[in-house]
């Protein structure tokens, strides 16, 4: 369901073949727009999922070395009982240094993909990482090509389609920010929010929909540390239709409010007369 700015900035992003940034609060849709992509495209699907501590080993390649000593061991085993004569050491880094033994992470599998075909490459949350691995990056996204210094530059015959995505909790670098198209993706207004509930949950009665939505539009308007993003409103419209509700009542919305908030204070907020407030206003 995207708008008119955000299929805009996807358009550029796949003809230019540059990187799409994507930004906004958690729950607006960010990491389903590389799914919903990746789907349309009918492209393979690697994501790299981001963290604190990220590093080159989890993201772009390491070597097998569990292999590569078993490998040693036989080929001086071997060798020694063939002809009395040690394995050369030159040999065996040579061999030991070669794709039998590269392990693959997400940023290397999707430039040199075993299929030949370009994939679409998620690096999801990018704001959890230090600064650092983001500095590595730089050399991924400007060339498409990582250096492995036993083996050389690896290079994208054809380069993926990159979706970047971040909620925010520290900016992001201006150098990295160059290379990408921005967007900036918000809370969906409630009529493009009723598009998305009736095609993720298609058999939730219709005024149940209504309630659900009206009532998130409002609660998103209170101040609260987390404000509900489009995933708590398809999850609690999926919980109220477990608990076999056709419609919104303020008993059930407050037993299932942890469906829809994830902070106790927000929760303490809601209680405390907030969905009364809510339901008065939404209607």
């Known amino acids: 369901m995207a708008d008119v700015g955000l299929g805009t900035a996807l358009f550029l992003s796949l003809t230019l073949r540059r990187p799409l940034l994507l930004e906004g609060e ?16 009918n492209r393979a699907l690697i994501r790299l999922q981001c963290y604190e501590g990220l590093d080159l080993a989890s993201a772009a390649y390491e070597w097998n070395y569990a292999k590569q000593m078993i490998h040693i061991r036989a080929a001086e085993g071997g060798e020694g009982a063939a002809d009395g004569r040690e394995s050369s050491t030159a040999d065996l ?20 993909p075993a299929d030949g075909v370009a994939p679409v490459l998620l690096i ?23 250096t492995i210094p036993e083996l050389g530059t690896v290079t994208a015959a054809e380069p993926p389609h990159v979706i970047i995505t ?10 990295l920010k160059r290379r990408c198209i921005y967007h900036w993706i918000d ?11 009736a095609s993720r949950v298609p058999d939730a ?10 009532f998130v539009q409002k609660v998103r308007e209170l101040e ?3 404000r509900p993003g489009v995933a708590e409103t398809l999850d609690w419209t999926r919980a109220l239709m477990a ?5 919104l009542d303020r008993e059930t919305a407050h037993r299932t409010l942890g469906v829809l908030l994830k902070y106790q204070d927000d929760l303490e907020r809601m209680a405390e007369g907030g969905v009364d407030e809510v339901m008065g206003a939404a209607g």
């Open 187 to 197: 809370y969906p207004n409630a009529a493009r929010e009723l598009e998305i509930l």
């Open 205 to 214: 009665p219709e005024q149940l929909s209504v309630q659900v939505v009206a």
């Open 124 to 146: 999801d949350e990018l704001d959890r990482t230090d600064e650092p691995f983001e500095a590595y990056l730089l050399e991924v996204l400007s060339d498409f090509q990582i």
């Open 243 to 247: 608990l076999d509700r056709h419609t």
């Open 166 to 175: 971040s909620n925010r909790t520290r900016e992001i670098h201006d150098a």
């Open 26 to 41: 958690a729950g607006v849709g960010k990491t389903e727009v590389a799914k919903a992509l990746s789907a349309g495209l």
């Open 93 to 112: 880094a040579r061999d030991v240094f070669s794709e039998d033994f590269l392990i693959r992470r997400p940023l290397l599998s999707a430039l040199d």
């Open 224 to 226: 609260l540390f987390k």
